[in-house]
């Protein structure tokens, strides 16, 4: 089965400094690899996936994402942090053609 | 575009009482998913239902638990005679084909007194 996993339970992070939120994967075949944001109280927002292509993923609210095979990682990136971006961040990768297995998630805050 | 819409919000019920928790997919997709998210824990996969039809049922408990989907109307997970560990968060979440990305619903808060 296809699996992932966050390694850091929190990251905290300054405003204006670069976030990296971690996730590795391990799969049988090609990897179908997703984030997803969780803001308090509501669900999930897709931020992007990688399916196949460029290893470097660009997604919603400046976020990106870098696909590294050699190292099986997919980490979640951005430049420049907003305290807005303080959330629950889910890797996720696609274990047959449609079931979603998640990791467990790294709790993201970033202080003013 | 009405996102994936999840009802009720929140919902409360006493043990051994029914639970019914719906779901309408975004506009144009006909698949559906529903995840279970645990306190302190990632979702995990429960039912894919399209139309009329259960297609992998793999994650949901063995009883007290059941999907569907009908011709017409929102997705159903139905908990029968739910118990303190039903309490969870349910997420639906909606695709047009089962390869592409799925986008979820605000979820649904059940809290099992």
């Known amino acids: 089965a296809q699996s992932v996993a966050q390694p850091e339970d929190q990251v905290n992070v300054a405003e204006g400094n670069p976030l990296t939120v971690k996730c590795t994967y391990s799969v049988s075949g090609n990897p179908y690899l997703f984030w997803y944001v969780q803001y308090p109280n509501r669900g999930l927002q897709f931020l992007l996936k990688?399916?196949?292509?460029?290893?470097l993923v660009k997604g919603s609210y400046g976020f990106e994402a870098e696909f590294n095979k050699s190292q099986t990682s997919f980490h979640l990136k951005k430049p420049s942090a907003l305290v807005s971006d303080s959330a629950l961040y889910f890797c996720?990768?696609?274990?047959?053609?449609?079931?979603?297995?998640f990791g467990a998630g790294t709790t993201v805050t970033v202080r003013a | 575009n009405a996102g994936v819409m999840q009802n009720p919000r929140h919902l409360v019920r006493r043990r051994g009482q029914e639970a019914r928790l719906r779901c309408s997919p975004m506009k144009g997709h006909s698949h559906v998913y529903w995840y279970r998210q645990l306190p302190e824990e990632g979702l995990k996969f429960m039912v894919y239902?399209?139309?009329?039809?259960?297609?992998?049922e793999s994650g949901m408990p063995k009883e007290r638990f059941s999907a569907e989907f009908p011709k017409e109307g929102p997705s159903i997970l139905r908990i029968q005679q739910v118990v303190r560990g039903d309490s969870a968060a349910y997420f639906c979440a909606s695709s047009p084909t089962p390869k592409d990305t799925q986008y979820f619903g605000p979820g649904t808060r059940l809290t099992v007194l």
């Open positions: 996720a990768v696609r274990d047959t053609d449609y079931k979603l297995s």
């Open positions: 990688y399916i196949t292509g460029d290893n």
């Open positions: 239902l399209q139309k009329e039809n259960i297609i992998d």
